[in-house]
């Protein structure tokens, strides 16, 4: 396993989560990052991608709660999710990619669950 999640847990509507995503070098300094997540029954979603240059995207219903980042100097991806919604709870997973449109199509992590009760 090359991508490594954390920050994942049980959080109320309305509460904020920060997940962090820590890479080898060799894939960080190089790739597009981003998060994926998959609900029970659901099929798995792109959350939000970022380029190694700090371009960024989200998917519609998460632009304006989520906020991507990647820390450069320690290989670590994060995604803060604020006004978190029931309808977050999924197993959020951290990928990569040649680019924005790519990223899931590289490397690819465990996971981390995400849980927003009402």
């Known amino acids: 396993v090359q991508l490594v999640e954390s920050g994942g847990g049980l959080v109320?509507?309305?509460g904020s989560l920060r997940l962090s995503c820590a890479a080898p070098v060799s894939i960080f300094s190089t790739k597009a990052m981003g998060w994926y997540r998959?609900?029970?029954?659901?099929e798995r979603e792109?959350?939000?991608a970022i380029s190694v240059g700090g371009r960024t995207y989200?998917?519609?219903?998460?632009?304006?709660?989520?906020t991507i980042s990647r820390?450069?100097?320690k290989n670590t991806l994060h995604l803060?999710?604020?006004s978190?919604?029931?309808e977050?709870?999924?197993?959020?997973?951290?990928?990569?990619?040649?680019?924005?449109?790519t990223v899931g199509s590289g490397s690819w992590g465990q996971g981390t669950q995400v849980t927003v009760s009402s």
């Open 12 to 14: 109320q509507a309305g």
């Open 38 to 42: 998959q609900a029970p029954g659901k």
């Open 46 to 48: 792109l959350v939000a």
């Open 58 to 66: 989200y998917a519609d219903s998460m632009k304006g709660r989520f």
């Open 71 to 73: 820390d450069n100097a």
């Open 80 to 82: 803060q999710m604020n």
């Open 84 to 86: 978190l919604k029931p």
């Open 88 to 101: 977050d709870t999924a197993m959020y997973y951290c990928a990569a990619g040649t680019n924005i449109a």
